[in-house]
């Protein structure tokens, strides 16, 4: 099993040029994952995505996003961060953290891992 423990949503004044880094760290047991990231979503929609990254450290962003949201992983590669700037009130959702691709064990097949997600808030 894997757990993802997420940490930084809340409440930022988009006029201020409000900025979030949200955390998310990756544990328990298991062989691999290929990708971990963020999605979102917005109240009566489907997740979208935010934001991935390869354990190789190749990043992928939902569209237009790019220009304001930075994602990276430390040198662990369990812990993906999400700096999210210049937000707007549009970026209000609940931000989930996604574990991609793990593989419990060597032959296993690979499954998604979602956590419990963070509420992020952007006021005008």
């Known amino acids: 099993q894997v757990q993802l423990a997420e940490s930084g949503g809340g409440l930022v004044q988009a006029e201020a040029g409000g900025s979030l880094r949200l955390s998310c760290e990756a544990s328990?047991?298991?062989?691999?994952?290929?990708?971990l990231g963020w999605w979102r979503q917005f109240p009566g929609k489907q997740r979208e995505l935010v934001a991935t990254?390869?354990?190789?450290?190749?990043?992928n962003y939902g569209s237009s996003l790019w220009d304001r949201f930075a994602i990276s992983r430390d040198s662990t590669k369990t812990t993906v961060y999400l700096q999210m700037n210049h937000l707007k009130p549009e970026d209000t959702a609940v931000y989930y953290c996604?574990?991609?691709?793990?593989?419990?064990?060597?032959?296993?097949?690979?499954?998604?891992?979602w956590g419990q997600g963070t509420q992020v808030t952007v006021s005008s």
């Open positions: 990254i390869t354990t190789d450290g190749l990043p």
């Open positions: 328990g047991t298991y062989f691999s994952l290929d990708e």
């Open positions: 996604i574990a991609e691709g793990v593989r419990l064990h060597r032959d296993s097949p690979k499954v998604d891992y």
